[in-house]
């Protein structure tokens, strides 16, 4: 079993749409959780961290539910530039700071 | 701020050659980490810097490869000698402090023939 699990989708989305993904992780003592954004041929940059209350930036909101193991994005009024893969990612601290990653989902956002 | 720079962009070699990848990550980032992505995989890890020291190398795949982080600043990650299965991107991040957000560099794809 892999160690963060995602849908790879694609999801194809018309603009305006509210689209959700969720990840799964297996190791319990995962402390910390991001959504990384990553476009085509370029590298991974953070969209959010994801806290334990949940947490909103505009029109993104991401929660984590510890007692089943996932994370979830949810992004509102979707826009073409939303289109994008969304890497979950985990850390597992103390002890080690390295990230691990879930294969990414991949988001197209249609006009 | 600059962000986390690598050199080359892309490198095509032939199997048994040798290439050195570098980073350069943001000034005054202790933490320096290689990633790397293999085709239709999720990005791994490799290494673990702090400062000039190895923290944590569990990722590295055999002793074909071989980090450095000498001074404290730059990187390098040499494969010797390279095989086909070491395509992919290589990733590098860096990190102010162990709370703080990885930024990551725009990568090194690397292609063995």
């Known amino acids: 079993r892999k160690e963060v699990e995602q849908d790879p989708g694609p999801f194809n989305v018309p603009e305006g749409a509210t689209v959700a993904f969720n990840c799964t992780y297996s190791?319990?003592?995962?402390?910390?959780f991001f959504w990384y954004r990553q476009d085509c041929r370029k590298e991974p940059k953070l969209l959010m961290s994801?806290?334990?209350s949940g947490n909103e930036d505009g029109r993104f909101t991401a929660q984590l539910n510890r007692a089943s193991q996932y994370i979830s994005l949810l992004i509102r009024d979707s826009k073409l530039s939303d289109s994008a893969t969304y890497l979950c990612?985990?850390?597992?601290?103390?002890?080690?700071?390295?990230?691990?990653f879930g294969t990414g989902t991949r988001l197209k956002v249609l006009a | 701020e600059a962000g986390v720079t690598q050199f080359p962009s892309h490198s095509v070699i032939e199997k048994g050659q040798t290439v050195t990848l570098r980073c350069d990550p943001i000034?005054?980032?202790?933490?320096l980490y290689w990633y790397r992505r293999v085709m239709g995989k999720e990005i791994k890890f490799l290494l673990h810097?702090?400062?000039?020291?190895?923290?944590?190398e569990s990722g590295m795949p055999n002793n074909r490869f071989l980090a450095e982080r000498t001074g404290g600043t730059y990187s390098t990650l040499k494969v010797q000698p390279a095989e086909l299965e070491d395509s992919g991107v290589y990733f590098c991040?860096?990190?102010?402090?162990?709370?703080?957000?990885?930024?990551f560099g725009p990568g090194t794809r690397l292609t063995v023939l």
């Open positions: 990612v985990v850390n597992i601290n103390p002890g080690t700071y390295k990230y691990i």
């Open positions: 190791n319990s003592a995962s402390q910390s």
């Open positions: 994801v806290y334990s």
């Open positions: 000034s005054g980032h202790d933490n």
């Open positions: 810097f702090v400062k000039e020291s190895k923290q944590d």
């Open positions: 991040a860096s990190q102010r402090n162990l709370n703080n957000e990885q930024f």
